[in-house]
């Protein structure tokens, strides 16, 4: 079946350190991508997403890109704060279903 | 305006009774899911309701869970006999518009459930 395997955690980085979050996918046919995040006492929200091949999501400074050749949906960001220190959920979605298969999260901690 | 909304915001439950939880979705969503996040295994699928039909149980673990959702709104998980490997965070989302692969869940705040 479809499956979603993100790198192990906890990502342990200093402010203004680039971010890769890795996020590689199994699924059958074209799926969506999501990156999904959850704030310290927060709710799981989107971040980004790409529906198809070569895309890329962007949002607050976060970019992730569609890569159907190596199936993956890497994570990155140029400079992190301490305020997105969280946990990180790479997610897939099939055609004709928005039915959610996440990764295992991966807790990003950021320090001054 | 409102979110998702959940209640209770935890529960605690003695191994083998029942519990129900509520799920409030975003008004004019039609689709609503229930997911599960437990330490062992992740962040789970549980079900899918579009409108007050369920076309997708497949992540329902066993007989003793089930769903349901009344005037295409409020849905409400029940868990009979619980046992203390259903102790999670049981997350609900909703989706305005289901079945195209690509569109956002909201997701409400969780109801953690603790079974001793």
């Known amino acids: 079946g479809d499956s979603v395997t993100q790198m192990e955690g906890p990502v342990t980085l200093s402010e203004e350190a680039f971010l890769t979050i890795n996020c590689t996918y199994t699924a059958t046919g074209y799926p969506s991508l999501f990156w999904y995040v959850q704030y310290p006492g927060e709710g799981l929200q989107l971040l980004l997403k790409?529906?198809?091949?070569?895309d890329k999501g962007s949002n607050k400074g976060f970019e992730a890109t569609y890569r159907k050749e190596t199936t993956s949906f890497h994570l990155e960001k140029g400079s992190v704060q301490v305020s997105d220190s969280a946990v990180y959920f790479c997610a897939l979605s099939g055609r004709n279903t928005d039915k959610l298969i996440f990764g295992t999260g991966t807790r990003l901690q950021v320090f001054p | 305006g409102a979110g998702v909304s959940q209640s209770p915001s935890n529960k605690v439950t003695e191994k083998g009774k029942d519990v129900e939880l509520r799920c409030d979705p975003i008004s004019g969503h039609t689709a609503l899911y229930w997911y599960r996040q437990s330490l062992g295994q992740g962040l789970e699928f549980l079900i899918y309701?579009?409108?007050?039909?369920?076309?997708?149980k497949s992540g329902l673990p066993s007989d003793r869970f089930s769903a349901e959702r009344t005037g295409g709104s409020v849905s409400t998980l029940t868990i009979q006999r619980t046992q203390q490997e259903d102790s999670a965070v049981y997350l609900c989302?909703?989706?305005?518009?289901?079945?195209?692969?690509?569109?956002?869940?909201?997701f409400g705040p969780g109801t953690r459930l603790t079974v001793l």
């Open positions: 989302a909703s989706s305005p518009q289901p079945g195209t692969g690509y569109n956002e869940q909201f």
């Open positions: 790409a529906t198809k091949a070569d």
């Open positions: 309701f579009q409108g007050n039909s369920a076309p997708d």
